[in-house]
């Protein structure tokens, strides 16, 4: 129904804002996450927007050099954080990770983080283990805290020793302070070339709270917990077994539901910190509020994925690939995603070829279940494909549409009330560029 609604309107607005209308509506009204209360956008909005936070970040020659570059980053709670995280399914993984699922699993709180770009600190054996609570341990005596009070990041090269003397001198350099969340931000970049903020304001119980993040990564994601690396913070107070047990499924539906390029990190982390300086009453499961909670954490890693996205290396476009009408949730997560890692849709997409025989064939390898003669294909809100039959369209002003910033295939299969979103971006000719000579 809601493309067939676009479809007769879509000569009277804008395809973005039709479709940003539609995929706000869909992102918080599926999968069972209710509509809890208005969520409003802090502009500028960075991970110390939240109360009780402080950043900072510097250059230490971790990365080469460039004008304004930064490659070491801390941030710390005023208090005490309820913690969970989402780790790569990666078999292969960074040491950091090892040490954070050690630090989370403990089930101790959390009071903030450090985190380097350059070199990921994998495969280089022992060595990254020890290196990595040393990095932890340098951190936690430069913030006043115990080293299981810090979560550890790394991310970059592949197969590099971290160099501890740097690590120790960026710690000791790093001035924080409640407006650093971008300095942060800055530090985490690799291929990136602009960060990833946002941050939303979401009343809970009759007290406003800040949820805020910040994410990096530009290639080498794919859905397997596909951020790279995104870190949380919110001045809410939140039970930390309800945090913990809803991130997965938030993760699911945001991160997880994004691919660059197809390829899955050893380093990938989500960790979401929540230090209560709102005041607000302490939010469980069984909270009337928790929905309120849960929907705006949701907006926030949408916000987050979207940007990823946008900024994926090389890319020029952002894929938003909606369907609906699947069997169940995990169907629509199947087509939507195959729609955008596929190369061949990538492809269409950087040349602005509305060649939907792409979507036809994503959609047919999918495993998703589907019958031809009940599908419904759109692009940017124009009707291509109706009970599994063409429909004549415009070419010209299709490939227009497509020339934009955002593509959105739109696809109801016609069989049930399944729904998802997932994104992406085209590939380019220089992703190889970046790529085929990335350490060199």
């Known amino acids: 129904m809601v493309y067939s609604v676009l479809a007769q309107a879509q000569r009277k607005y804008s395809f973005k804002h039709l479709f940003d209308t539609i995929i706000r509506i869909n992102i918080c009204n599926k999968e069972g996450i209710p509509m809890a209360g208005p969520i409003t956008h802090v502009d500028g909005g960075t991970i110390t927007t939240a109360r009780g936070f402080q ?3 510097t250059y230490v020659g971790i990365k080469t050099f460039s004008e304004d570059k930064m490659d070491m980053g801390l941030l710390i709670s005023d208090t005490s954080c309820s913690v969970a995280g989402v780790f ?11 040490v954070n699922r050690e630090t989370i699993a403990a089930g101790g709180s959390v009071r903030g983080l450090v985190v380097n770009s350059g070199i990921a ?10 290196d990595a609570k040393e990095m932890a341990s340098i951190a936690a005596d430069g913030l006043g805290v115990k080293p299981d009070e810090v979560l550890v990041f790394s991310t970059g090269v592949i197969g590099v020793e971290l160099p501890m003397t740097l690590i120790k001198k960026g710690v000791d350099e790093i001035k924080l302070s409640d407006d650093g969340g971008n300095f942060l931000a800055r530090s985490m970049m690799t291929t990136d070339t602009r960060t990833k903020e946002t941050g939303v304001i979401v009343n809970l119980g009759g007290t406003d709270v800040n949820i805020c993040g910040v994410a990096k990564g530009s290639g080498m994601i794919h859905p397997n917990m596909a951020t790279m690396l995104c870190f949380v913070a919110t001045d809410a107070a939140v039970d930390q077994d309800f945090l913990r047990s809803a991130l997965p499924d938030i993760a699911d539906s945001t991160l997880n539901m994004l691919d660059i390029d197809g390829d899955t990190s050893t380093n990938d982390s989500l960790v979401v910190l929540a230090n209560g300086a709102a005041g607000n009453t302490p939010i469980d499961a069984g909270s009337d509020d928790a929905a309120a909670f849960v929907e705006a954490l949701t907006e926030v890693l949408i916000q987050l994925t979207r940007q990823l996205a946008q900024d994926g290396e090389g890319a020029s476009r952002l ?3 909606e369907v609906q009408g699947a069997k169940n949730l995990a169907d629509a997560r199947l087509a939507a995603k195959t729609i955008t890692s596929s190369l061949l849709v990538k492809s269409a997409v950087y040349g602005s070829d509305p060649n939907w025989g792409r979507l036809i064939m994503a959609l047919g390898k999918s495993g998703a279940e589907m019958v031809e003669s009940k599908i419904d294909l759109y692009i940017n809100g124009v009707c291509i494909m109706e009970a599994g039959k063409p429909v004549p369209f415009h070419r010209d002003a299709v490939v227009a549409l497509m020339r934009g910033d955002e593509v959105t295939f739109g696809v109801n299969l016609n069989i049930s009330d399944g729904r998802a979103t997932s994104w992406g971006c085209d590939l380019t000719e220089e992703y190889v560029v970046i790529n085929s000579a990335y350490t060199t």
């Not at 790569?88 to 090892?98: E, F, N």
């Not at 280089?124 to 020890?130: A, D, M, N, S």
């Open 55 to 57: 950043a900072g970040a």
């Open 88 to 98: 790569t399914k990666s078999s292969l993984v960074s040491p950091s990770v090892t």
């Open 121 to 130: 600190n994998a495969g280089v054996g022992e060595q990254g283990y020890i």
């Open 319 to 321: 894929i938003v690939a």
